[in-house]
């Protein structure tokens, strides 16, 4: 499968605790977004990266969260000291830049399935 | 601020009926706009999208979309429904020229009866 993967695919985990999920693009994809999603709602932007550059952060993105692509290949999104309103969905997607993606405007995402957090 | 509105949670149709799913944006500027579909456990696939020119676009599996720039609406539609068409859509809105960003609206299950 050549499609974005995401690890793990669940992670349960205890209030306080670090966690951290792992990101692998399509190969030549060289922007990389990550999303949260809740029950109900739709994806909301968390971050993306432009090969190793973190190009823009929500501002609702709070300072427990980071992430990196250090060799603008994967990336990981940390969460430190999760708290119960961290659980949800958190969705990686890759894109070509929108020039060798037809041209105008954003090309398609490419989503993950995925890695599911519970935080009890 | 800048959003997008899908006003039905669920939309019921019959096999072999049209389809519209309904879609508004509140955006300064011109708008580009997404509409993505997610099946149970699979991830957010991409349908089509709106930049410029037509009004009317095309996208992946019969599915096509209309933009309205007065109505600010941008409406899912296939001429007839599948079952396999049965999942959640969701519609979606990049902010600005500035942004790689996209804000997705709520979602709305489309359940097609056979």
């Known amino acids: 499968d050549t499609g974005v993967s995401q690890d793990p695919r669940h992670k349960i985990t205890k209030r306080g605790q670090n966690v951290t999920f792992r990101c692998d693009p399509i190969?030549?994809?060289?922007?990389l977004y990550w999303y949260r999603q809740t029950l109900g709602q739709g994806p909301e932007f968390l971050t993306y990266f432009q090969n190793e550059a973190q190009l823009e952060k929500s501002r609702l993105l709070s300072d427990r969260f980071s992430a990196e692509r250090p060799k603008g290949s994967f990336s990981t999104l940390e969460i430190q000291r999760t708290e119960q309103g961290d659980s949800a969905m958190y969705l990686c997607a890759s894109s070509l830049p929108p020039r060798l993606s037809g041209g105008a405007g954003t090309g398609e995402l490419f989503f993950g399935e995925g890695s599911r957090l519970t935080v009890l | 601020a800048q959003s997008v509105a899908q006003p039905e949670d669920q939309v019921n149709v019959a096999e072999g009926n049209p389809l519209t799913v309904k879609c508004t944006y509140s955006?300064?500027?011109?708008?580009?706009l997404f509409w993505y579909v997610q099946y149970p456990n699979r991830g957010l696939q991409f349908l089509l999208k709106?930049?410029?020119?037509?009004?009317l676009v095309k996208g992946s599996y019969g599915f096509e979309a209309e933009f309205n720039k007065s109505q600010t609406s941008f409406h899912l539609k296939k001429p007839s429904a599948l079952v396999s068409d049965s999942a959640l859509y969701f519609c979606a809105v990049r902010p600005s020229y500035n942004t790689d960003k996209l804000i997705f609206g709520t979602g709305t299950r489309l359940q097609v009866f056979p």
């Open positions: 955006v300064s500027g011109n708008p580009y």
């Open positions: 190969s030549e994809h060289n922007r």
């Open positions: 709106y930049i410029t020119g037509d009004n």
